[in-house]
């Protein structure tokens, strides 16, 4: 599919929105980013500069706003889930197309129901991503990754809208597929993602040092998510996501140990939080992940 001419708002035009912003728009697509105003108007005067050997080093035009005035054919969320209540005020409801779909690709799974209660039901098509993308200054980023992967998921949207997209990220280079179960993809990311960030900001090493210093730790934990995602219905595999440790870059952060080295908001809540509910609610043992979670909750405030 080339150009369809999309009107793609991005909310939170950080590390993977500002890549999936300026990629979308390089490939011909109008994109608008929302941000804070000083943000905003960096992006307006200098569009987004990417930095990555995969895509090339480019720089990609794009409008911007402190919130959404006009109607699009996609609303991509990348904001983090502790500025999702906040970034939602650029989003108003009232002012997206009748037909737009609302795409968050944030960590955790509790998140599609909030959005679902604001935007409308058939609207919110919730995704994952699976990149190394960091936003180094305003309008910059570096794209580390061999590789950017989304699945999106159809079980609420129309799947000709979702299918839509879809080919529009594959024309701009993102590897993207239509997944049939919205549970089983974002339980598939949290198999992986919660012991991955969990691990490497609880003892502040990378992914290689995780799946060798702390390898038992590691695949316990991996095990506990595992068996929560399939008693939430999903088919999670935890060997499946103990591979993919084995296969990804040794010195590769996770985006929440970043935020610890940089003193920012944890999404531990959005991780760790959700994990422990989604186990209490099933009645499935976490005695690792429990550990986990406590020892960081006094880094991220408190995890209800």
């Known amino acids: 599919m080339a150009n369809n001419g999309l009107t793609v708002a991005v909310l939170g035009p950080g590390g993977v929105g500002g890549l999936l912003a300026a990629l979308l728009s390089r490939s011909g697509h109008r994109v608008v980013c929302l941000a804070g105003d000083g ?9 987004v500069e990417v930095r990555s050997a995969h895509f090339g080093d480019f720089t990609a035009r794009v409008a911007a706003d402190t919130e959404l005035r006009e109607p699009a054919d996609v609303c991509v969320i990348a904001v ?44 919110v098509a919730p995704a994952v991503i699976r990149v190394e993308s960091t936003r180094i200054a305003p309008g910059v980023i570096e794209h580390g990754s061999p590789f950017a992967e989304v699945d999106l998921t159809a079980d609420t949207a129309p799947v000709a809208r979702v299918e839509a997209l879809v080919g529009a990220l594959e024309w701009a280079g993102v590897r993207a597929r239509v997944q049939d179960d919205e549970s089983a993809a974002l339980w598939a990311k949290m198999s992986f993602l919660a012991p991955f960030a969990l691990l490497t900001t609880r003892y502040g090493v ?24 399939r008693a939430c219905g ?29 003193g920012r908001a944890l999404e531990l809540d959005a991780i760790g939080g959700a994990l422990l509910r989604a186990a209490e609610r099933t009645g499935v043992p976490v005695p690792v992940a429990s550990a986990l979670v406590g020892h960081l909750a006094p880094l991220a405030g408190t995890v209800g």
């Open 80 to 123: 983090k889930a502790t500025a999702l209540d906040a970034a939602m005020e650029r989003l108003p409801a009232k002012v997206l197309g009748e037909e737009a779909l609302v795409v968050p690709l944030l960590n955790g799974v509790e998140h599609p129901a909030r959005l679902r209660e604001r935007y409308g039901y058939e609207r």
């Open 39 to 47: 943000t905003a108007r960096k992006l307006a005067a200098d569009g």
């Open 206 to 229: 990378p992914v290689g040092d995780v799946r060798t210093l702390h390898r038992a730790e590691l695949t316990a934990l991996v095990e506990e998510t595992a068996a929560v995602g």
């Open 234 to 262: 999903a088919p999670v595999d935890a060997a499946t996501a103990l591979a993919r440790y084995d296969a990804f870059p040794a010195a590769t952060k996770s985006s929440m140990q970043r935020d610890a080295e940089a």
